[in-house]
Nanobody, 114 residues
């Protein structure tokens, strides 16, 4: 059974930083899967944030480009989302995703105070 567990969320002030982690278990070859990060702001739909693919290429939504960095450590079956210069509009529940199997984590809350 595949399980994704996010951690690292919390409450920060505007301009602060957080690093989210997503640990995958029960998956055969983590290195062969793309890893996506999504977020769902309060009262809004879930939106894509960033993706790191198998060859370590990265892609970002325009709203986070230059502030967020997505990465992976295949040896630890873990994906990361480094978030810098956080803004109140970044407040959301953040989810990691392995699209190939439709796997989602339970989410971690990020709250940015103004």
């Amino acid at each position: 059974q595949v399980q994704l567990v996010e951690s690292g969320g919390g409450l920060v002030q505007t301009g602060g930083s957080l690093r989210l982690s997503c640990v995958a278990s029960g998956i055969g070859l983590f290195s062969r899967n793309n890893i996506g990060w999504f977020r769902q702001p309060p009262g809004k739909q879930r939106e894509w944030v960033a993706t790191v693919i198998t060859n370590f290429d990265t892609y970002y939504a325009d709203s986070v480009k230059g502030r967020f960095t997505v990465s992976r450590d295949n040896g630890k079956n873990t994906g990361y989302l480094e978030m810098n210069n956080l803004k109140p509009e970044d407040t959301a529940v953040y989810y990691c995703n392995i699209p190939a199997g439709g796997y989602w984590g339970q989410g971690t809350q990020v709250t940015v105070s103004s």
